[in-house]
């Protein structure tokens, strides 16, 4: 490196130097224009405000729900049935710490494998874990 190769930064633009005169094309008013609350010091409005009309995002319609029971329900993967024997309900998903003790509800989805018969009462289950179930010789009570 030498020092008649240093160059300035090609991306770097310098601040806008405003109220230089007419010549510098930001005088006088300096890029504001004439009155109005954007031309004074200090005076902007909150993101988002139309200057009173009714702002675009409250025009629009809400989308969108939030199920008040989806926290109720706690998700339990088949290959964690594997330590259980026997029938298995809520309160011993709830006893093994598979499922939050706040859950009402509980829900077994296909993931992994198994291979002992168990009985699930009360649970629900999906058409994939009802199968993989019923093929290791279990059951589901609703």
């Known amino acids: 490196m030498r ?3 240093i ?3 090609p991306h770097r633009t310098a601040a806008r130097r405003v109220g230089r005169g007419g010549g510098s094309g930001l005088g006088k008013t300096c890029g504001r224009g004439h ?3 954007r031309a004074r010091a200090g005076g902007y409005h909150k993101l988002g405000f139309e200057g009173g009309q009714m ?3 409250r025009r629009l319609p809400k989308f969108g729900f939030r199920s008040p029971m989806a926290g109720d329900t706690g ?3 088949l290959s964690e049935l594997k330590g259980f024997e026997g029938t298995i309900d809520l309160a011993a998903l709830k006893a093994a710490n598979v499922v939050g003790a706040a859950a009402t509800r509980a829900r077994v989805f296909l993931s992994g494998t198994i291979d002992q018969a168990l ?3 009360g649970v629900a289950v999906t058409k994939g874990a009802r199968a993989a179930i019923e093929a290791a010789g279990g059951r589901v009570e609703d």
């Open 3 to 5: 020092l008649n190769t």
């Open 7 to 9: 160059k300035p930064d």
């Open 35 to 37: 009155k109005g609350q």
């Open 55 to 57: 702002p675009l995002q």
């Open 75 to 77: 998700s339990v993967r």
């Open 119 to 121: 009985v699930l009462r």
